[in-house]
Structures are given as C-alpha cells and as structure tokens.
C-alpha cells in the first residue's frame, strides 16, 4: 500500500507513538484505525508545534494497516485526479490548509466532499480556528464541522524528551545542560531545534567530537 504515486517523501521518523503531548488527540486517531470508522478532524497550532508530525504520522499508521493513504501539502498543487481514487483511500491529510492558493480551493473542496462520500477519514490542518481561516465559506463551515483539536506548545521537560529521542535512535547521548543551554540563547521552537541538533549530530561526527556546550557555542556562533 502506499501514497497511489505522490512524489512526497514521509519522514519515518514522525510516528503517532513518538508524539509527546495531546493524548486525546492521538486518542482519537488511534480510534480511527481500531473502529474502522471514518471520521473528520482539524488539528490548529503555530509552526513547530507538530502538525506536519500527526498527520505524517496518522498516514504512516494507516499504511501500516496495509491501508492506501495520502498526505498533502496545501503548500504545494494538488492534483485533481486525486478525486478519481478516493474508493481506494481509507485516510488523506491535509496539511497546512491555511497556505492554500485561491486556484487550490475548489480542488480541495471537491476532494474533501469526495472523501465525506466515500467515508474516508480525514486530517485538516491550519494555523488556527476554521472560522478564522482566509478561505472560501464553504471549506471553513466544513472544517467547523470537524472535531477540532489545538496543539499546544510543549514546555521545556516535553521538548527535552523529543529531541532526547531524536538523539537516541542515534545512539548517541547529549548533556540535558546542553538542551536547557539552547532553550536559553538560541530558541524554544521546537521544529528550528530538532533541525539544529541534526546539524550538530552532522557537525559532530565530521570534528570527532561530542556535542558539548563548547562545541555548541563554536558552531552556532553563540
């Protein structure tokens, strides 16, 4: 099973079971794939927040049910050939509704109704609420109608513990001083940090050195 063709590479690494935080939403998607029963949900946060990740993650665990699914990027062109498969899709998601283009629009909102039809569960996602979104009327009161969940931003511990894991399917081990460091004089953001701690494993492995709080200040220039 797979993405029916879509040139967009999921990242193996966005699992639901690695996702820290909104329990009741992963609940709920989880529930998705136990019950068989389709379903509508809209996920609302700021970038870093983990958008990209759920609805990654869900389509991963709808493959893993040997399942076809799709994630879209609303970001990108959506082919309108989409609508010809939606019979053989049991999940789509949407990701990053609120950079839709205006010529986007009606093929988001007709793959949307196709999907409602052939009971094929659906994940939107958007900077904030439906009602506030800069689309067209008729797509904002179909997402109202979903169940919505916000994402909040995760505190220092809860962003501690994702880059931790990060790290440690790398078999690698970094100081949590090194962590409280970067929250301090560098960002919070969690999608910038794991970022930066990819460039530091890089950075690391190329020197023969361990990520240190020196090592950190020389190469982020801190």
């Not at 063709?5 to 996702?19: C, V």
């Given at each position: 099973?797979?993405?029916?063709?879509?040139?967009?590479?999921?990242?193996?690494?966005?699992?639901?079971?690695?996702?820290?935080?909104?329990?009741?939403?992963?609940?709920?998607?989880?529930?998705?794939?136990e019950s068989q029963l389709s379903s509508e949900l809209y996920i609302y946060g700021l970038s870093?927040?983990?958008?990209?990740?759920?609805?990654?993650?869900?389509?991963?665990?709808?493959?893993?049910?040997?399942?076809?699914?799709?994630?879209?990027?609303?970001?990108?062109?959506?082919?309108?050939?989409?609508?010809?498969?939606?019979?053989?899709?049991?999940?789509?998601?949407?990701?990053?509704?609120?950079?839709?283009?205006?010529?986007?629009?009606?093929?988001?909102?007709?793959?949307?109704?196709?999907?409602?039809?052939?009971?094929?569960?659906?994940?939107?996602?958007?900077?904030?609420?439906?009602?506030?979104?800069?689309?067209?009327?008729?797509?904002?009161?179909?997402?109202?109608?979903a169940a919505v969940f916000k994402l909040h931003e995760l505190n220092d511990k809860q962003t501690?513990?994702?880059?931790?894991?990060?790290?440690?399917?790398?078999?690698?081990?970094?100081?949590?001083?090194?962590?409280?460091?970067?929250?301090?004089?560098?960002?919070?953001?969690?999608?910038?940090?794991?970022?930066?701690?990819?460039?530091?494993?890089?950075?690391?492995?190329?020197?023969?050195?361990?990520?240190?709080?020196?090592?950190?200040?020389?190469?982020?220039?801190?």
């Open positions: 099973m797979n993405q029916l063709g879509l040139p967009i590479s999921l990242n193996s690494s966005m699992l639901l079971e690695n996702f820290v935080a909104n329990e009741e939403l992963i609940g709920s998607i989880n529930q998705l794939f870093g927040h983990g958008k990209t990740h759920i609805l990654q993650g869900a389509v991963l665990k709808s493959l893993e049910y040997d399942n076809n699914a799709l994630f879209i990027d609303c970001l990108d062109s959506i082919p309108d050939h989409l609508a010809d498969f939606m019979d053989q899709i049991r999940l789509i998601s949407f990701d990053n509704v609120h950079l839709i283009s205006k010529k986007n629009e009606e093929i988001f909102f007709d793959l949307f109704n196709r999907a409602r039809q052939s009971e094929v569960s659906i994940l939107v996602s958007g900077d904030c609420l439906p009602v506030n979104l800069e689309l067209m009327k008729d797509i904002k009161t179909r997402l109202s109608l501690m513990s994702v880059l931790d894991k990060q790290m440690s399917e790398r078999n690698m081990s970094v100081d949590s001083k090194v962590y409280e460091y970067l929250f301090k004089n560098y960002s919070r953001d969690l999608k910038s940090l794991l970022s930066t701690m990819d460039d530091l494993d890089k950075a690391s492995l190329r020197a023969k050195k361990p990520i240190s709080i020196p090592f950190l200040k020389s190469y982020l220039g801190l």
